[in-house]
């Protein structure tokens, strides 16, 4: 997936769809003989921040890819509201925000060209502001006009974080968002996540980082083999609950 291309590019065609959760029913995926998803269910809805736990090879990045219209299922459903994935409009991509393990942004642009040129391709009227507020939510309204390259990786995440976030999605996800962020970084993002619950989006994350998701989640959903082992709301103690869902029964 090219940086030039985004999942959410069709942002100016789908500003009419709107939907306030997404049904995961049933969903299975299939690589040839290999089962990388099988038989998950849950519901992601607005205001809310799922978390799907698990080992690698659980499954994980699999279903966000789903999720993202990216991949089809090979059974099962996935609804935006009351739309189906597989016969959505390709506009439906412009409601979804994505931030996976490739930042998917220029080290050769400054980090106010790097966000204006995806507001741009989003489709917002005015990409320069739209660029110049994601830096301020970000923190970096002072390093606007600095090379992306010359970023550490926390600044880097904080800017790709807004690239994903630049159209205002209704579904956000992210794939290990908190990988190699300091404690400095880690809080930021924590607070943008927390403020997004507020303003009505959808969250869904995978994450290994359980301290950091003890406390924020509305859900945790924990995956192992492809399989949904178990689900808590408001979870507390996730490590404990982590190891138990980790050596427990999987479902049938």
Request: net charge positive; glycine share 12%; charged share 25%.
């Amino acid at each position: 997936m090219s940086p030039s291309i985004p999942p959410g590019s069709s942002a100016s065609l789908g500003a009419g769809l709107d939907f306030d959760h997404v049904t995961v029913d049933d969903v299975s995926r299939h690589f040839g003989r290999r089962r990388a998803v099988a038989h998950v269910s849950f519901v992601a809805a607005r205001g809310s921040i799922i978390g799907l736990l698990g080992p690698n090879g659980a499954g994980k990045s699999t279903l966000l890819a789903m999720l993202a219209t990216l991949l089809r299922p090979s059974g099962g459903s996935i609804r935006y509201g009351t739309m189906q994935a597989t016969g959505a409009p390709p506009a439906l991509r412009g409601r979804i925000g994505v931030l996976g393990h490739d930042l998917f942004l220029y080290p050769e642009l400054t980090a106010r060209e790097n966000l204006g040129f995806f507001a741009g391709l989003y489709g917002r009227r005015d990409a320069d502001a739209a660029a110049r507020a994601a830096l301020t939510r970000a923190g970096l309204a002072d390093r606007g006009d600095d090379l992306v390259a010359s970023f550490s990786r926390g600044m880097r995440q904080r800017v790709a974080l807004e690239r994903a976030l630049i159209h205002e999605p209704r579904l956000v996800l992210l794939d290990e968002p908190f990988t190699g962020l300091d404690e400095a970084s880690t809080a930021a993002l924590v607070a943008r996540l927390r403020g997004l619950r507020e303003s009505g989006a959808a969250i869904v994350l995978a994450t290994h980082d359980l301290d950091v998701a003890d406390g924020l989640l509305d859900e945790a959903i924990f995956l192992r083999d492809g399989r949904m082992v178990e689900s808590l709301s408001r979870p507390e103690g996730l490590r404990t609950a982590y190891r138990r869902a980790m050596t427990g029964p999987i479902r049938s």
